[in-house]
């Protein structure tokens, strides 16, 4: 085991970060984690490894020069290429170099070799003539499928699914976060440990002596049956934990909804701009990396509006197609805090190849956690980002393609960022009311709040106080109801 890489299934781990970095005010926190995420960049020649404590034999995800392959079954040539293009982008986010790739038009996936066997030859060329080390195919491939592409191409096969983990265990920064990333991998893992020498033997640097010894076996149970019993029990032990530290959040979630201050949640497509764009709205240092994935652990961030009024912006994780189904999970309770806005800003790569998939993908999955939680979506403003990026024509497309309702901007240069403020407060304005009340001298606190959290239209001192015409949230209003006067 390296120290740069990601040793995502200890449990030290997960105890020893007293504090959640993400809910630090300070703005260059986003900075920091950059330069700390930089700093952790794999060496060539290193690798990652998913052994360490459950001291299984597990295919090592050497994620180095890698070869692609995807097996085109439907829809265009462009969008074909657009999953490889996404792929390469995952393969480099998570620290590979790649080296070339393979699309093969099948009707379906080969059930023995994912592509087919004469694909496979071609492939085992390009692996050798590259001198690539890894093997990434596009989808989910079944264990079988791995071993029999592996003994063809005679280099590490790996597949999108393992390639999203690495990079979710690679940015996890929460301990709900971790937990949740040690728990998916621990799931798609089980089905995949293979016994003992069988994979060895073909992977150098292995280290299949390194075992719990005899000692930690249990009577009559093989290698494999204990290693799968223990990661079943780690399972277990991660479940509780993720159970208590959701309540612990929903707690914390509720208080929040108490406060009147409008919660505005940004969400979309990943590397759509979400993260650059809490920044510029906000001038918070959020940590924005060219790179999918970039942020794993929801973002709080207090920001104020030009009027004064205050607002709470979450960013959230980023979406992406056919996202491992052991994610699901972790990445729902990323966005269950959507439900609880009081907007949703839906930000969308402009620039992209297929933004229209990109906005139907990220709304079909908003719908299902809003089923699910039982709860009314939040109004959604669409915004098109990156325009900067994006020809004259393209721009009058999607214009076109999107409706009116959309606000183009470019986080980069700043462009329509008044406008996005304006719809926004709009949006958070709706709800409030305007009144008169008397404050007593001793309630400096309640003056402050209005300051905060609404606005002051006229204000006048008297003997016992300050009268004031106020503009603030209904919730708060309801509140302060009996000083009106
Ligand atoms: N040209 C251009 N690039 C942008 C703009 N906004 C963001 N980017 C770039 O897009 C990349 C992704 O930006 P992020 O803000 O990290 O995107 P995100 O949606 O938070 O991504 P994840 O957290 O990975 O899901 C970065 O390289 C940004 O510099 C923009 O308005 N124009
Ligand atoms: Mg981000």
Redesign the pocket.
């Not at 979309?268 to 764009?277: I, V």
């Given at each position: 085991m390296t120290e740069s890489s990601a040793q995502i299934l200890s449990d030290a781990d997960l105890d020893d970060r007293p504090g959640d970095p993400h809910r630090d005010d300070d703005p260059t926190v986003g900075e920091l984690q950059l330069s700390e995420r930089a700093s952790l960049q794999r060496v060539a020649g290193l690798s990652t490894e998913l052994t360490d404590v459950t001291e299984v034999e597990y295919r090592q995800l050497r994620l180095e020069k890698v070869v692609l392959v995807g097996v085109w079954t439907e829809g265009s040539a462009a969008s074909a290429e657009a999953n490889m293009a996404e792929l390469a982008a995952l393969a480099e986010t998570a620290g590979s170099q790649v080296l070339d790739a393979l699309i093969q038009r099948r009707s379906k996936p080969d059930s023995a070799t994912y592509i087919g066997s004469g694909k496979a030859e071609e492939l085992r060329e390009i692996v050798l003539a590259t001198g690539a080390d890894t093997v990434i195919c596009d989808g989910e491939l079944t264990p079988a499928q791995l071993t029999a592409l592996e003994k063809v191409v005679k280099v590490k096969v790996i597949d999108r699914t393992a390639l999203i983990l690495d990079i979710f265990a690679q940015h996890a920064t929460s301990r709900e976060g971790k937990a949740q990333v040690s728990l998916a991998q621990m799931e798609y893992m089980l089905p995949r440990l293979r016994g003992w020498g069988e994979s060895m033997s073909r992977q150098a640097g292995g280290r299949a002596g390194s075992n719990g010894g005899v000692g930690l076996r249990g009577p009559g149970e093989t290698k494999i049956e204990t290693d799968r019993r223990r990661i079943r029990e780690r399972m277990a032990k991660l479940r509780r934990e993720i159970r208590d530290m959701k309540k612990a959040r929903t707690t914390k979630r509720a208080a929040r909804n108490r406060s009147a201050i409008p919660s505005i949640t940004v969400a979309?497509?990943?590397?759509?701009?979400?993260?650059?764009?809490v920044?510029a709205m906000t001038g918070a240092g959020v940590?924005?990396?060219?790179?999918?994935?970039?942020?794993l652990d929801p973002t709080t961030r207090r920001a104020t509006l030009d009027d004064g009024r205050a607002v709470v912006f979450t960013?959230t994780?980023?979406f992406v197609r056919h996202l491992p189904t052991q994610l699901v999970e972790a990445f729902r309770s990323t966005l269950e805090e959507v439900v609880d806005a009081d907007l949703l800003l839906h930000?969308v790569?402009g620039?992209d190849p297929f933004p229209m998939e990109q906005i139907s993908a990220v709304r079909q999955v908003i719908s299902e956690v809003v089923a699910e939680e039982k709860a009314e979506a939040p109004p959604e403003l669409l915004v098109i980002?990156?325009?900067?990026?994006i020809d004259g024509n393209r721009l009058t497309e999607l214009r076109g393609a999107v409706g009116a309702d959309a606000v183009f901007?470019?986080?980069?240069?700043g462009e329509g960022l008044p406008e996005l403020f304006d719809r926004v407060r709009e949006f958070v304005g709706r709800e409030d009311v305007e009144l008169t009340i008397e404050v007593p001298f001793s309630r400096g606190d309640i003056v402050s709040r209005i300051h905060s959290e609404g606005e002051v239209l006229t204000s006048e001192h008297t003997e016992s106080g300050t009268t004031m015409k106020v503009r603030v949230p209904a919730a708060f209003a309801g509140e302060i109801a009996d000083l009106e006067v």
């Open positions: 979309g497509y990943t590397n759509a701009g979400k993260s650059s764009l920044n940590l924005v990396q060219d790179a999918l994935f970039a942020t960013d994780v980023g930000v790569d620039s980002n990156k325009i900067d990026a901007v470019s986080a980069r240069t």
